[in-house]
């Protein structure tokens, strides 16, 4: 459950993004949740999200209405909202807060901000996920398993394309790792396209392995 | 390349081939984004286009167009260094040409590598740091052909807007600046438009150690341990 | 001309990668080197690279790159340009070019450690390197 994490951009575009999930514990506090999370949904929306989504019914953005997120609720209810907002956000932690039904709330979000919005609160912060960024990889630069392919041609004539596109078909069993190689080897004519090693990495793409 | 559309018959075929993604798919044909293309010549070489639709047109070879496939295309050949490819042959002849001495380092930064490509223009942002450290940019590199004037780094305004797939500084500084050199590359790094691939060309001390790679280390630059080794082959063999 | 550097992978994934290359110095070795650089091709193939290409003839092996058709195409300031999964294949490469003192320049790529070793199972000792110091800038 890190998909709220790992968010990249500036500051100035982070700095109003906060995403908030409350989360029902399975087996310790779900049972009897759903009046204290029915009450939650309606206090968020409220509040003003840009996006309220259940996997159960979809997203308030693609048309699903509050009243179905609720009928949606599972036997351990979640919800996962994003505010556009520091305002918002902390307003809803606000009213959480307030509601006091013993769900677990994470908010991810600038840590500067969100630490002071605690402290202010009288709120203990009790764990973080961190995140530590992407290395070694800079933003025009495709993933490390296609660059892996991608660089074996020094003159940069295997695009990424090509390869994201080849490795898709090896994942879905359309091309094995010999003939993906053969497909893609012939682009760089120098010859010091390493075909061996080539086929070993789109072996890791063959979905038994 | 261009992509003729009176034959093309839009099976998409050639789209994920060019390394820039330039080829887009249009209502029924494809076409080339030609501010986009490198002029590699992929699509014309690989594809197998079932109606031969993509060609060259003589535009491709016209100044300032021409600069694109000399750099990006390695069947082309530069024509003021007689040598295939975007560089000069650095490390491979080293111990005949004894381009790199010791007490010497030669360092190569290439632009819009790995397959993302550059503007010519692009790569002043560190040309013309370079140039105020009063750096010499090697002669028979291609880009420094390209420079209004070495001493300044300024790339020529003509091909400044030139798209290429990579092209490549290349210097010599004494081993005793290393650091300050490679502290200002970083730097600047940070604020540059483009991605550069970096190396460092350096002799082997008499017993075989490689002390850069700690001197690297205590800036921060972490080197590469997969390394490109010239062993000492060539004849005659140039000592310093 | 630093198309061999900047292979991205693992340590373990580099034990299987060696780029072989040899080239003549432009303006220095190079007039009448022809048969040196086809020597050295022969040697190459003899040994069975994993791949190996030519920018004159514009194919590589996967491309079904004809070995004779090359060699006959050399000319003066022709490259090779070839690649090995297995070590002891570059190690018998280079022995051979010891041997025969053909006098072109040749560089390995590939993990620093294994290349010395190399060298010195062959007997050779390294004159130069080029390092990479990875990517560097932003959008």
């Not at chain 1, 999200?49 to 997203?59: F, M, R, Y």
Request: neutral net charge; glycine residues 8%; hydrophobic residues 35%.
């Amino acid at each position: 459950m890190t998909h709220s994490l790992h968010r990249r951009g500036t500051d100035e575009y982070l700095k109003n993004d906060f995403t908030l999930l409350v989360t029902a514990a399975s087996g310790v506090n779900h049972i009897g949740s759903r009046e204290g999370m029915s009450k939650i949904l309606d206090a968020v929306w409220e509040i003003g999200p840009t996006n309220i989504g259940s996997n159960e019914t979809g997203t308030t953005l693609s048309g699903v209405t509050l009243e179905q997120i609720r009928s949606g609720f599972t036997k351990v209810p979640r919800i996962r909202c994003n505010f556009g907002s520091k305002g918002k956000a902390f307003a809803a932690i606000k009213k959480l807060q307030e509601l006091d039904t013993g769900m677990s709330v994470t908010l991810s979000g600038p840590i500067e901000a969100t630490l002071a919005m605690c402290k202010e609160y009288g709120i203990k912060p009790h764990s973080i996920n961190l995140s530590l960024d992407v290395w070694g990889k800079k933003d025009k630069l495709p993933a490390e398993e296609v660059l892996e392919l991608m660089t074996m041609c020094g003159h940069g004539l295997v695009g990424r394309t090509l390869i994201e596109e080849t490795m898709e078909k090896v994942r879905q069993g359309k091309l094995s790792p010999q003939k993906a190689t053969v497909k893609i080897s012939p682009l760089c004519i120098c010859g010091i396209y390493n075909t061996d090693r080539a086929e070993k990495l789109f072996e890791k793409c063959v979905p038994s392995k | 390349m261009k992509i003729n559309q009176e034959l093309c018959v839009g099976c998409g075929q050639c789209l994920p081939y060019c390394p820039m993604g330039a080829i887009e798919r249009g209502k029924d044909t494809s076409r080339i984004n030609w501010d986009e293309c490198v002029e590699c010549g992929i699509c014309i070489r690989q594809v197998k286009c079932p109606v031969k639709a993509i060609y060259e047109p003589k535009e491709t070879l016209e100044w300032p167009r021409s600069v694109r496939k000399v750099f990006s295309d390695p069947t082309s050949k530069h024509e003021n260094t007689g040598v295939r490819g975007r560089g000069t042959e650095e490390v491979k002849t080293n111990d005949v040409t004894a381009r790199f001495k010791r007490g010497f380092f030669g360092i190569a930064l290439e632009f819009g590598r790995p397959g993302v490509g550059t503007r010519l223009g692009d790569v002043e942002m560190i040309t013309k740091v370079l140039a105020e450290e009063e750096i010499v940019f090697e002669s028979a590199n291609p880009l420094t052909f390209l420079m209004e004037d070495p001493r300044t780094g300024i790339i020529k305004a003509d091909v400044r807007n030139e798209k290429v797939l990579s092209g490549i500084v290349e210097f010599v500084i004494p081993q005793e600046n290393l650091e300050r050199v490679c502290t200002k590359i970083v730097d600047t790094a940070s604020k540059a438009k483009c991605i550069f691939s970096w190396t460092i060309i350096t002799r082997f001390e008499p017993d075989g150690t490689l002390p850069v790679v700690a001197r690297l280390e205590n800036i921060g630059i972490k080197t590469s341990k997969n390394m490109k080794v010239n062993v000492g082959l060539g004849r005659p063999l140039r000592e310093d | 001309m630093t198309h061999s550097m900047h292979r991205v992978g693992s340590d373990e994934s580099f034990q299987e990668d060696y780029v072989v290359m040899s080239r003549p110095a432009m303006g220095i070795n190079h007039v009448g080197c022809t048969p040196k650089i086809q020597r050295t091709l022969e040697i190459i193939f003899a040994e069975g690279p994993t791949n190996i290409g030519s920018l004159t003839t514009q194919e590589n092996m996967t491309m079904g790159l004809d070995p004779q058709k090359l060699i006959a195409k050399t000319e003066d300031n022709s490259p090779v340009m070839c690649c090995f999964h297995e070590r002891s294949k570059v190690v018998n490469v280079l022995k051979r070019l010891k041997e025969e003192e053909l006098g072109l320049s040749v560089v390995v790529t590939g993990l620093l450690d294994n290349v010395q070793s190399i060298c010195q199972e062959v007997g050779l000792t390294p004159h130069s390197v080029n390092i990479s110091l990875g990517f560097h800038g932003q959008d």
